[in-house]
């Protein structure tokens, strides 16, 4: 069973920046893709960044030129370092993995990411 861990949420003021990391209980090069994901409250799970074994990165609009995803296969982490941090940006972060291409089959527990004004 695949274990993600996540780490590095909290609280930030608009304009700052927080790494987030997830941590896997096995090696990521297993793995087709990796993700980050958020939740707001009242709204639904959104995509926020993914990569590829391969390294391809994809990022939803919101968060490009802001958000960066990482991988580090030696120490089976991915990284979403986050700058210009702002309000809306609030909400529980998740990291995903997915053997396949189809739907993300490991999940997180998710870590808090507050960005006040």
């Known amino acids: 069973q695949v274990q993600l861990v996540e780490s590095g949420g909290g609280l930030v003021q608009a304009g700052g920046s927080l790494r987030l990391s997830c941590a896997a209980s096995?090696?990521?090069?297993?793995?087709?893709?990796m993700g980050w994901y958020r939740q707001a409250p009242g709204k639904q799970r959104e995509l926020v960044a993914t990569?590829?074994?391969?390294?391809?990165?994809n990022y939803a609009d919101s968060v490009k030129g802001r958000f960066t995803i990482s991988r580090d296969n030696a120490k089976n982490t991915v990284y979403l370092q986050m700058n210009s941090l702002k309000p809306e940006d609030t909400a529980v972060y998740y990291c995903?993995?997915?053997?396949?291409?189809?739907?993300?089959?490991?999940w997180g527990q998710g870590t808090q990411v507050t960005v006040s004004s």
């Open positions: 096995g090696s990521i090069v297993n793995f087709n893709a």
């Open positions: 995903a993995s997915r053997v396949g291409l189809g739907p993300y089959d490991y």
């Open positions: 990569i590829s074994t391969g390294g391809m990165k």
